[in-house]
């Protein structure tokens, strides 16, 4: 009996300190240190193994994350599910005497412990409730036997080395809650201050380093007008420190879809990040990825696809190691948490980009046409002093570009009033177009008001054309114009004045002429003419007809020039007409001494 009390007295100190020594421990190996160090057990080595999320029933695998003593496997090393399949024995304690006795132990841990070298085991299990958290693994090299003592010391080193594992995993969630919150503040900030693709990898170090990732790439993908895919572009590689490395690390710069051997983690609507921890094993990998990765000595890969909202993807995020990973629920959880960050930054940095370009395009193209065009464009603020001066049009003032910035217009052109109004008038909010001689320069001008987005008025924009040739070839235009109007006047002034010569020259003739054929008339009617006397007064008279119808004819020539004459049809004689026309004919060939027959049927 007092032998009892003592084990059951030494017991219970161990127990003690091995529980104030759990009070105290912080990390997984200070739990195994104050378990191994303060036991009686003697083992070989202790081990302290996690489930994955502290919960062997929904684990997919347990870790090795402590030892003390002799280590003779891989530290972290990951068990499949398939050690500890049955969660009723996870639950109990396992003690193996010896592992060759299959009665003490399954097939497959016997097998595991073996591999080590070890010969005897008991594993406790680390509980809370009926929550499994891990186990202790007491390993010996030689066979050994376990105690009814050994065996009650092992259930309350299990009961309380779960409080402890438990205290400390609520620890460390805390510190990895805080430490992922600070990483992922300094991250979003530095991604925030980013001024291009290479200061965004560089943003992202902190992670990539905290995750012994090998390299980063930022991938864009730029795409038709229908939304297809056409080309990757890389756009930015860091080493694992964050630094730049040259694009064509990843063995190119530009291809095309057909040619991405990443062909179907790009195609894929998948917009959650792709986790590969073994690309030489996973099944989602094809041959060509696993090709790719060989060349760029890549073993392990995590894509993250970049898109916001729901517009197309913008291009992706890789995170490459060189070794085989198993990626940790951290590093998924941060991942996740990243995503939407870094496509927006993407996004927005396209964006930029693309409004850059078209800005510059456009800037080049304003700037040509500003340097080839005769116009001058300048900007003054609401001072008059001028803070813009661009164009050829300068050249012909004998000024270059930006030689009157920080001057004042109204002093410059202070002998050009109108442009001085036009300014002033532009600053009180007028909209202007006029017209402006600068020496032996005519220019066009145009004054527009600039305001801010307050819509005060800030200064004026001002555009002027060199309209030289247009005004020198509109006045020669207009002096042509005047000269027509002149020549017309004097033709006008000629014509009136033949025309009152032909009018008083008609009378003046016409009335000295009628006297004659009527004095003439008269002589013929009179009888008393010899005949040859009466053949002359014949010929007298008509010869005055003719000259009184030739007066007649030039006055009608002269009505129809200026268009009074009019034509009026009347009745005739064809006879009587045939008949006077002969008389005049007929005068005339006495004169010539010709014989003129007339004769009507």
Known sequence: LLLAEQAARAETEVLYRIGEALNAATTFDEIVTAVAANTTLHSTSTSLTMYEHYDAETASYAELVANYGELRGPMHLRLPRIYFSDIEVVRAL???????????????????????????????????????????NFFSDNVRLFTDQDRRLLMGIGRLAGGAMER????????????????????NSALSQAADEPA????????????????????????????????????AVADGSGDALPPNTMRFTHLTIEQSPLLTAIDSDQNTPIFWENISTDPSCSERIRQYAQ?????????????????????????????????????????????????????????LKQTTTRYQSSERQLKTVINSAPLVLYV????????????????????????????????????????????RNALNGQSITDFTRV??????????????????????????????????????????????????REAQDAVRLKDLFLATMSHELRTPLNAMIGFQ?????????????????????????????LINNVLDISRMASGGMKIVPILFSPRVLAKNLYGDMNLLALDKQITLNFEID
């Open 94 to 136: 396992q003690i193996a005497s010896d592992v060759e006795d299959r009665s003490q132990v399954s097939e497959v841990i016997a097998e595991g412990v073996k591999a080590f070298g070890f010969r005897a085991f008991a594993t406790v299990p680390l509980s809370l409730g009926t929550r499994v958290l891990g186990v202790l």
């Open 168 to 187: 400390g995993r609520l620890r460390a969630e805390s510190d990895a809650t805080r430490e992922r919150a600070e990483l992922l503040s300094h991250t």
């Open 295 to 351: 060349t760029i000595d890549m073993a392990a890969f995590i894509i993250i696809p970049l898109h916001v909202g729901d517009t197309k993807r913008q291009g992706m995020l890789w995170l490459g190691w060189s070794s085989v990973q198993q990626f940790s629920p951290e590093l998924r959880e941060m991942v996740s948490a990243l995503q939407p960050t870094v496509a927006a930054i993407v996004a927005s940095h396209r964006l």
């Open 521 to 549: 008339n008269l002589m013929l009617l009179s009888g008393e003419l010899d005949d040859d006397n009466a053949h002359m007064a014949e010929r007298s008279l008509a010869n005055s007809h003719r000259l009184l119808n």
């Open 200 to 235: 965004i990898l560089s943003a992202l170090s902190g992670i990539v380093q905290r995750f012994g990732a090998t390299l980063s790439a930022l991938v864009y993908i730029d795409r038709d007008a229908t939304g297809k895919p056409l080309t990757l572009e890389m756009a």
């Open 380 to 423: 003054i603020d609401k001072n008059g002093i001028f803070t813009l001066s661009e164009g050829k049009g300068l050249q012909a003032l004998g000024l270059q570009a930006g030689q009157v910035v920080g001057l004042s217009a109204f002093e410059i052109y202070k002998d050009v009033p109108n442009i001085v109004q036009s300014l």
């Open 439 to 488: 020496g032996d320069i005519y220019y066009q001008n145009w004054y527009t008001p600039l305001r801010d987005s307050a819509n005060n008025i800030e200064g004026v924009i001002g555009v002027a054309i060199d309209i030289s040739a247009r005004r020198l070839a509109e006045i020669e235009r207009e002096t042509l114009l005047k000269s027509e109007q002149l020549a017309r």
